[in-house]
């Protein structure tokens, strides 16, 4: 059984984890800055796997 109310928990979560990861993209660290857009991609996922709506591609590209 779902348990919704976690559900709802864990996006808000995530939406906060997401824009955290956003206030570090510019770091200067490429392995770090590549990292977290995987991160952020993951994220992404996650939220439109539990019914959210996020936008179809994230602000943060996979290619450097």
């Known amino acids: 059984m779902v348990d919704h109310q976690m559900i709802q928990k864990m996006v ?14 510019e770091i200067g660290i490429p392995e ?12 992404h996922w996650i939220l439109w796997g539990c019914g959210e709506a996020v936008q179809y591609l994230p602000d943060l590209p996979l290619e450097d």
């Open 12 to 25: 808000k979560d995530l939406r906060q984890a997401r824009r955290l990861i956003k206030g570090y993209q």
């Open 32 to 43: 770090i800055e590549r990292c977290l857009r995987m991160a952020d991609m993951n994220l």
